[in-house]
Each structure stands twice: as C-alpha cells, then as structure tokens.
C-alpha cells in the first residue's frame, strides 16, 4: 500500500489473482482478478460502480443516490446491466454521463458520453468500428483488415488514430503535445489493444473478457484504474502529474 497525499494505492497478489484498489479524491476505483476474471467497483461523487464475476461473465450495476441496484440511474434514465451466457453487459455513471461496455465473444461493443458528446467504439473480431461526436464535428471511420481507425477532431486538435496490424494505436495532440491515447477535455482516456484489435475509446469503463484488457476510468483530470489479465499489467493510476501503482503478474512488479 502506497500513500500520496490523499490518495491511498494498494495492490495484492493472491496466487496469479491480482486485486488492487485505488483512491483518488473522492473515488474508489477496485480492480481484482479471480482466474482469467475481473471485477471492478469504482466509486464517482455519490455514484458508486460495480462489476461482479459470475461464472465468465461480468456484471455491472450502478447506484445513484436513489438508484437501483443491477442498472444504473441518471435522472429519470434508467440503464439496465444483464448477462447472456459469456456475454457482459455493464453501464457506469459519472456525473450525469452514463457509459456502457458490453463482451460477446470476442466483441467488444462500447457508448461513451461525454458532456453532449456520444462516442461508440464496437470491435467485431479484428473490426473496429468508431464514431465520436466532438462539439458540432462528427468524426467516424472503420477499417476492416489493414484497417485504420478512428480519427478525431478536438479545436484544431487531431485526436486519436489507431492502425490493426502494423499497429500504431491512439495517437493525441494537446497543443503541441502527443499524448499516445485519447483526448476528452484535458483528460487523458486509455487506449487498449486486444489481440489485433483496438478496444476503447471509451471514457469511463471498457472490459474484455479472454485477452481481457479491463478498465479505464477519468476522475477529473486523473486516469484511474487498467488492468491487463495475461500479460497482466494491473491498476495504474495518474493523481496530478504522479503515477501511482503498478502491478505485473509474471515478470511481476508489484507495488
């Protein structure tokens, strides 16, 4: 366990399970791994964000003050989490955004929103499939095969270009600056790879299950929260300009 400031980081390795969890302000974020599963909970301002694992699959449910447990409420919306066979169903609420991830097989089907902004990223075997909204722009593209994809444009900003098979993935401009992910606001949003294929240009919450690159969330300007069952990379969290927490099973730093 790791104390900077506020924010308290710990990670624990029980046997080739990695359970971390991390707190960032107000926030929780929890990552642990139970065989080739991982289960979340993250907790934003009043909201709190759950992942469950039963059997292979993930469950996700979201309480918001009143809410409702196994969906996720904002307003008068209300976002339901189900589980089909190996297929995972989540939704997590931050602030009034509601996003959703959901796993079947090997695809990974994603709704992100961002203040007004609807951003959709669905993988389908090495497919990937993207469209974002930024302020009035509307910015989509898929490739299937050598396929570029995923271009968009923040200001005069070009955001986020990602290549399966040669593979460059997520390359960001802020100012004069390349970030090597996503951009949202002045929050920087995880870009995974799974396999060939590139999953997640989505701000808070994606999980894969099998290659399983699971979560990436923003609090604030922070970044909270990746974990990486396999290869395994687990829990990294940015508070400020601080990287707090790494965890690697294997080679298998641990802190």
Do not use: F, Q
């Not at 990552?31 to 469950?59: I, Q």
């Not at 969906?71 to 339901?80: D, F, I, P, S, W």
């Not at 991830?101 to 203040?115: F, L, P």
């Not at 060939?196 to 994606?206: K, L, N, P, T, Y």
């Amino acid at each position: 366990a790791a104390v900077v400031g506020a924010v308290v980081v710990g990670a624990a390795v029980v046997g080739a399970a990695v359970v971390g969890a991390a707190v960032v302000g107000a926030a929780v974020v929890a990552a642990a791994v139970v065989g080739a599963a991982v289960v979340g909970a993250a907790v934003v301002g009043a909201a709190v964000v759950g992942a469950a694992v039963v059997g292979a699959a993930v469950v996700g449910a979201a309480v918001v003050g009143a809410a409702v447990v196994g969906a996720a409420v904002v307003g008068a919306a209300v976002v339901r989490a189900a589980v089909v066979g190996a297929a995972v169903v989540g939704a997590a609420v931050v602030g009034a955004a509601v996003v959703g991830a959901a796993v079947v097989g090997a695809a990974v089907v994603g709704a992100a929103v961002v203040g007004a902004a609807v951003v959709a990223a669905a993988v389908v075997g090495a497919a990937v499939v993207g469209a974002a909204v930024v302020g009035a722009a509307v910015v989509g593209a898929a490739v299937v095969g050598a396929a570029v994809v995923g271009v968009a444009v923040v200001g005069a900003a070009v955001v986020g270009a990602a290549v399966v098979g040669a593979a460059v993935v997520g390359v960001a401009v802020v100012g004069a600056a390349v970030v090597g992910a996503a951009v949202v606001g002045a929050a920087v949003v995880g870009v995974a790879v799974v396999g060939a294929a590139v999953v997640g240009a989505a701000v808070v919450g994606a999980a894969v299950v099998g290659a399983a690159v699971v979560g990436a969330a923003v609090v604030g300007a922070a970044v909270v929260g990746a974990a990486v069952v396999g290869a395994a990379v687990v829990g990294v969290a940015v508070v400020g300009a601080a990287v707090v927490g790494a965890a690697v099973v294997g080679a298998a730093v641990v802190g």
